[in-house]
Nanobody
């Protein structure tokens, strides 16, 4: 499984970005795809995940109401719509795939994309 994250960039506080995660080498029918982020000097943290079979989503509290995760089954794509961005959202964002339906821990994700940098200026 290969994952390709894209869509990062520089945006002002209050702005929006949409990240995309393209999967190749595998057609998802189960498990979960998630987004994580890692800011300089900090550990990688969970942002959001979506269960592929039923579309159930999980979002960490710090982005609840601002970020939305979605999937396109036909295109084998997962998206992270990020609105009302804040400087503290600045990080490298990674998409990852897990065989478990309701994974949120990085240890439960087996496949990782290369990351895309999101920079939010104040």
């Amino acid at each position: 499984v290969q994952l390709q994250a894209s869509g990062g960039g520089l945006v002002q506080a209050g702005g929006s970005l949409r990240l995309s995660c393209a999967a190749s080498g595998h057609t998802f029918s189960s498990g979960a795809v998630g987004w994580f982020r890692q800011a300089p000097g900090k550990e990688r943290e969970f942002v959001a995940a979506i269960s592929w079979s039923n579309g159930i989503t999980r979002v960490t509290d710090s982005v609840k109401g601002r970020f939305t995760i979605s999937r396109d089954n036909a295109k084998n794509m997962v998206y992270l719509q990020m609105n009302s961005l804040k400087p503290e959202d600045t990080a490298v964002y990674y998409c990852a795939a897990s065989g478990e339906t309701y994974s949120t821990s990085p240890d439960e994700f087996d496949y990782w994309g290369q990351g895309t940098l999101v920079t939010v200026s104040s």
